[in-house]
């Protein structure tokens, strides 16, 4: 008498014309599979699948957590080894302009990423102009109006004021008034005084 193997399954099959039992296997997408056969998901190979009684069971392969706060996607898992910033990837010490604000640079370490303001040096100048990030020494912020460095403009609060940009500073001197008479008139906003006509009137004589 012919000696059937042990099986493996919990409901085993005999096909016409055989003597022994057999596990039944899998159909899965068209795909057939034996008893106990694992297989990678057709569609998604981060599922794993086994054929067990002719019932095909399929799961997410495990991954291990990632401790870090922008972790990228490595062989099905969350690894901290890059970076995934506003829907891009960056490489592990990459570093960046930040998009929202010109004046940030972001790193990307060890899947977390830090965004900080750019360090700006100081300007050594006493009207500096803003400039992208930092204050520049490249122009002059004078009474609230911004000049181009080398630019010679008047002093608004002073009509006899003449400045002068230069690397940030603001020099400033008086346009000099000539001639002098006994009743000056200086018109408003004008610098220099004019000399006014004394109108004579002739008496009759007594």
């Not at 005999?14 to 039944?24: A, H, N, S, T």
């Not at 965004?115 to 803003?130: F, I, N």
């Not at 002073?158 to 020099?171: A, K, L, M, R, S």
Request: glycine share 8%; with cysteine.
């Amino acid at each position: 008498m012919k000696r059937c193997p042990r099986l493996s399954c919990s409901t085993p099959n005999v096909l016409p014309g055989d003597c022994c039992p057999q596990c039944p296997g899998c159909v899965y997408e068209q795909q057939p599979y034996r008893h106990a056969e694992r297989f990678y998901h057709p569609t998604d190979s981060c599922r794993s699948c086994a054929c067990t009684n002719g019932t095909v069971h399929c799961q997410r392969k495990p991954c291990p957590f990632a401790p870090c706060s922008h972790p990228i996607t490595q062989q099905c898992c969350r690894t901290c080894e890059g970076c995934v910033y506003e829907g891009r990837e960056r490489a592990h010490g990459e570093t960046w302009a930040d998009a929202s604000d010109p004046c940030a640079v972001c790193v990307c370490r060890e899947g977390s990423v830090r965004c900080e303001r750019k360090l700006c040096p100081p300007a050594t100048c006493k009207h500096p102009v803003q400039r992208q990030c930092c204050m520049s020494c490249e122009g002059c912020m004078f009474h609230g109006k911004e000049y181009s460095d080398g630019t010679e403009f008047s002093d608004d609060k002073d009509p006899c004021g003449v400045c002068y940009c230069y690397g940030g500073e603001v020099i400033c001197t008086k346009t000099p008034c000539y001639g002098e008479c006994s009743h000056p008139y200086t018109p408003p906003r004008q610098c220099c005084g004019e000399c006014e006509r004394m109108s004579s009137q002739t008496l009759p004589h007594s």
